[in-house]
């Protein structure tokens, strides 16, 4: 039992480190920077300008709500090209051929994404309070720090769903673009889930981030554990639920491409 633990973890942080260098070892440190920072923070001004724009004049309700957003395009945006471009560079058949377990494989994806986006909401946050005055003084870090990490945990859910589907069509990055666009009004990230028609506040439940976002609001106005402990349990459970789909489903495309021989063809 012990050895086959040893053996699952060994593949998890194995595959971990090849997503890493797959995706990040042959990055720039100005391209990854301006990918990281410069894209979000230009986006968040234009939300910021826009509020203004329709009478929403303090800025913070948006800017946290956008930094929130860093590790859920983090992980969303990462797994699914880790796992989407396995079927673009031919190497999906030997990945499938491999004896390992699946869900170390699969799982292992999401490693340096979530800790990635992690890192990059806490300096998010930094930046933040320097340019705009974000008073951190009351607030519990480490619980911040725990929601931080909950929401680029829960987003790799949704980035295993769309990663799946990438492997059976080509067209699984502007559907995920598509999808971080909605995002900016689903999840309560410019303004209150309240705010939305009935139908998009269900959907929005029915989401991960919502609750975690919420609670990380929370947190910035000096709530404790007592007042977020529901939200952070409901973001777990629906993160969980979303990691699982992701995984069935492309145990199902596994299942599928054995059949047909049509799963690594472009």
């Known amino acids: 039992m012990i050895t086959k633990l040893n053996h699952i973890i060994r593949i998890y942080f194995a595959e971990a480190w090849l997503s890493y260098q797959g995706r990040f070892a042959i990055t720039s440190p100005f391209g990854y920077i301006a990918a990281k920072l410069g894209f979000p923070f230009f986006l968040m001004l234009f939300f910021i300008f826009m509020g203004k724009y329709v009478g929403f004049s303090d800025p913070v309700y948006i800017v946290i709500g956008n930094i929130l957003l860093i590790p859920a395009s983090s992980g969303m945006g990462g797994v699914t090209l880790a796992i989407g471009d396995e079927r673009q560079w031919g190497t999906l058949s030997y990945v499938l051929g491999s004896p390992a377990p699946r869900s170390p494989v699969f799982m292992g994806r999401a490693f340096y994404y979530t800790l990635d986006g992690f890192v990059t909401t806490l300096i998010g946050f930094g930046i933040a309070a320097g340019i705009f005055h974000l008073n951190l003084s009351n607030i519990n870090v480490l619980l911040l720090m725990a929601c931080s990490l909950l929401i680029a945990i829960t987003s790799c859910g949704l980035g295993?769903?769309?990663?799946?589907?990438?492997?059976?069509?080509?067209?699984?990055?502007?559907?995920?673009?598509?999808?971080?666009?909605?995002?900016?009004?689903?999840?309560?990230?410019?303004?209150?889930?309240?705010?939305?028609?009935?139908?998009?506040?269900?959907?929005?439940?029915?989401?991960?981030?919502?609750?975690?976002?919420?609670?990380?609001?929370?947190?910035?106005?000096?709530?404790?554990?007592?007042?977020?402990?529901?939200?952070?349990?409901?973001?777990?459970?629906?993160?969980?639920?979303?990691?699982?789909?992701?995984?069935?489903?492309?145990?199902?495309?596994?299942?599928?491409?054995?059949?047909?021989?049509?799963?690594?063809?472009?």
């Open 160 to 266: 295993f769903l769309f990663g799946s589907i990438s492997l059976v069509t080509r067209d699984g990055w502007m559907i995920l673009n598509t999808f971080l666009s909605f995002l900016y009004i689903l999840v309560g990230v410019n303004f209150p889930v309240t705010s939305l028609p009935l139908v998009l506040q269900k959907l929005s439940w029915g989401l991960p981030l919502t609750r975690g976002i919420m609670a990380a609001r929370l947190v910035m106005e000096g709530k404790g554990w007592s007042a977020i402990s529901s939200l952070i349990t409901g973001e777990v459970l629906v993160g969980i639920i979303y990691i699982f789909i992701g995984y069935f489903f492309f145990l199902f495309l596994e299942k599928r491409s054995m059949k047909s021989g049509t799963l690594d063809a472009m």
